[in-house]
Antibody, heavy 123, light 108 residues
Framework: QVQLVESGGGVVQPGRSLRLSCVAS????????VHWVRQAPGKGLEWVAL????????YYADSVRGRFTVSRDTSKNTLYLQMNSLRAEDTAVYYC????????????????WGQGTMVTVSS | EIVMTQSPATLSVSPGERATLSCRAS??????LAWYQQKPGQAPRLLIY???TRATGIPARFSGSGSGTEFTLTISSLQSEDFAIYYC??????????FGQGTKVEIK
């Protein structure tokens, strides 16, 4: 069964750091890119970052570039989102989501999503 | 950045009726458009990609059309489980991959 499970969310003070994890099962990281998408409370979806299937390309939204870093450990089938210098506006549910098409870069939508992990940035 | 605009913000429909949702792109995205459904407390679910191709397991009552800048998601006969928020997303010009603000389909 193809599945993504996020963890690592919590309450953090502004300016601090947090690392989210996304464990994949049922598919190979080396064939599919995985994105991070967030959703602020009561708001819509905002794409955050992509780590390409080959691990060589990383893309970020302007709102997080320079503060967030995406990486992976293929031996653990785990994707990470390192979030530094957190701001109140980073408060959201963070989802990881898999590319629909293998060896693509975000083409044809995101077909598998995790259940999300909540990040609250507050003093 | 391509801006996606959905209309209406809320659509009130009776069960069994047809629902038509619109999505407009600020510039052409060709047919590189997806639709998602999201229910409260759940992750989004991919419904349509390539503007008109149903994703795996999606019922035939969901259909997508359009190309360029104008797109439509049609639900031919609304079932109780279809009341949700629907988002369009473009993947033609990236990054970023951009979503519309959503259309809420509610029970009339």
């Amino acid at each position: 069964q193809v599945q993504l499970v996020e963890s690592g969310g919590g309450v953090v003070q502004p300016g601090r750091s947090l690392r989210l994890s996304c464990v994949a099962s049922g598919f190979s990281f080396s064939r599919y890119g995985v994105h991070w998408v967030r959703q602020a409370p009561g708001k819509g979806l905002e794409w955050v970052a992509l780590l390409s299937y080959d691990g060589n390309n990383k893309y970020y939204a302007d709102s997080v570039r320079g503060r967030f870093t995406v990486s992976r450990d293929t031996s653990k089938n785990t994707l990470y989102l390192q979030m530094n210098s957190l701001r109140a506006e980073d408060t959201a549910v963070y989802y990881c989501a898999k590319d629909n098409l293998y060896t693509s870069l975000g083409m044809y939508g995101f077909d598998i999503w995790g259940q999300g992990t909540m990040v609250t940035v507050s003093s | 950045e391509i801006v996606m605009t959905q209309s209406p913000a809320t659509l009130s429909v009776s069960p069994g009726e047809r629902a038509t949702l619109s999505c407009r792109a600020s510039q052409s995205v060709n047919s590189n458009l997806a639709w998602y459904q999201q229910k409260p407390g759940q992750a989004p679910r991919l419904l349509i990609y390539g503007a008109s191709t149903r994703a795996t397991g999606i019922p035939a009552r969901f259909s997508g059309s359009g190309s360029g800048t104008e797109f439509t998601l049609t639900i031919s006969s609304l079932q109780s489980e279809d009341f949700a928020i629907y988002y369009c997303q473009q993947y033609n010009n990236w990054p970023p991959w951009t979503f519309g603000q959503g259309t809420k389909v509610e029970i009339k």
